[in-house]
């Protein structure tokens, strides 16, 4: 999934996550790829909350 529009609530990020987890006979991995601009402040602060919540999810984030 690439996430196209910038959120930083964690609910919204949840239930984005919970959509790609549901099953499919075609589906084995699930990747999220999630894009910021390092040097916008806003984009940012939103990347950082969106950070800790996949960790909270469980994720591996890999940067």
């Given amino acids: 999934m690439f996430l196209a529009l910038p959120i930083s609530w964690k609910g919204t990020l949840q239930q984005y996550a919970g959509r790609l987890h549901?099953?499919?006979?075609h589906?084995?991995?699930?990747h999220i790829y999630d894009y910021y601009e390092h040097d916008h402040s806003q984009l940012a602060r939103m990347w950082d909350k969106r950070l800790r919540g996949y960790k909270a999810m469980g994720y591996v984030v890999s940067q």
């Fill in 22 to 25: 549901r099953e499919h006979s």
């Fill in 27 to 30: 589906k084995s991995d699930v």
